[in-house]
């Protein structure tokens, strides 16, 4: 189904079971597509055009999503119970694509890459990304953009950031534990009520950067720019963690 055009459709199939799994969607356009629970599980929709689309509680599991625009997209689940494993989203291949304005809701994303994704001004609200709980992979954003990116009470376990780019992000109460964030650029950044316990700063730019009662606990800052005591002394915890001048914090 190259190229196949559904924009503006709305597929449901929350009565009648609607199904893509496994499809070759290439190029194909959902722009303003609204879809609620659809299984596109394994699909290939790379170079798609999804922008503006609306999902509500579809499956995504292991589909390849490379080099598309999914600008202004809305990803979520409606389901209450924040307990609730939802892998639906787990293991996709975002590598390449845009993401600008889009939307994360109350999703588990293990196991997924974005990158060199565009993520400018992306909103990552309640979501998990850990390993794959199947093929235990470590979700990566390495060499991706989050420029002015908002992401709240989400958790980050072994997650892969090197090179990223989160100037101007406002992040809070959220966990980033033993996380890969070597050349990561935070300069301006809003870390507020953060837990970065374990994470592996070294190079890091944090100029400007508001650190705000958050935990910086075995963290690795070596050789971090921009980062000031003034800076450090509004975490709530440095303990075990090096110093940009590789002092280590008893």
């Known amino acids: 189904m190259d190229d196949v055009d559904f924009r503006c459709a709305f597929l449901d199939g929350s009565k009648v079971k609607l199904t893509f799994a496994n499809s070759l969607l290439v190029r194909a356009k959902f722009r303003?597509?609204?879809?609620?629970?659809?299984?596109?599980?394994?699909?290939?929709?790379?170079?798609?055009?999804?922008?503006?689309?609306?999902?509500?509680?579809?499956?995504?599991?292991?589909?390849?999503?490379?080099?598309?625009?999914?600008?202004?997209?809305?990803?979520?689940?409606?389901?209450?119970?924040?307990?609730?494993?939802?892998?639906?989203?787990?293991?996709?291949?975002?590598?390449?694509?845009?993401?600008?304005d889009a939307t994360f809701e109350r999703l588990s994303l293990h196991g997924t890459l974005f990158i060199g994704a565009n993520m400018s001004r992306i909103r990552i609200i309640k979501c998990r990304f850990h390993r794959d709980l199947h093929k235990f992979a470590s979700a990566s954003f390495?060499?991706?953009?989050?420029?002015?990116a908002t992401i709240q009470n989400s958790s980050f376990d072994e997650v892969h950031f090197a090179e990223t780019n989160l100037s101007?992000?406002?992040?809070?109460?959220?966990?980033?534990?033993?996380?890969?964030?070597i050349n990561v650029d935070l300069m301006g950044a809003t870390l507020e009520m953060c837990n970065f316990t374990g994470?592996?700063?070294?190079?890091?730019?944090?100029?400007?950067?508001?650190?705000?009662?958050?935990?910086?606990?075995?963290?690795?800052?070596?050789?971090?720019?921009g980062i000031t005591d003034a800076q450090l002394a509004q975490a709530t915890s440095i303990a075990g963690a090096i110093l940009p001048n590789g002092t280590q914090v008893p």
């Open 168 to 181: 101007g992000a406002s992040i809070s109460v959220s966990n980033f534990t033993y996380l890969f964030m």
């Open 142 to 148: 390495q060499n991706s953009t989050l420029v002015n």
């Open 199 to 225: 994470a592996n700063l070294a190079g890091c730019k944090m100029t400007d950067a508001n650190i705000y009662l958050s935990y910086f606990v075995k963290t690795n800052l070596t050789g971090c720019h």
């Open 32 to 100: 303003k597509t609204c879809a609620r629970d659809v299984f596109f599980g394994s699909a290939n929709f790379e170079s798609v055009q999804m922008d503006g689309m609306i999902c509500a509680n579809c499956v995504y599991r292991d589909a390849t999503m490379s080099h598309a625009h999914l600008n202004n997209i809305h990803f979520y689940r409606e389901h209450s119970n924040e307990d609730i494993v939802y892998d639906a989203y787990e293991n996709i291949n975002f590598t390449e694509t845009s993401l600008v």
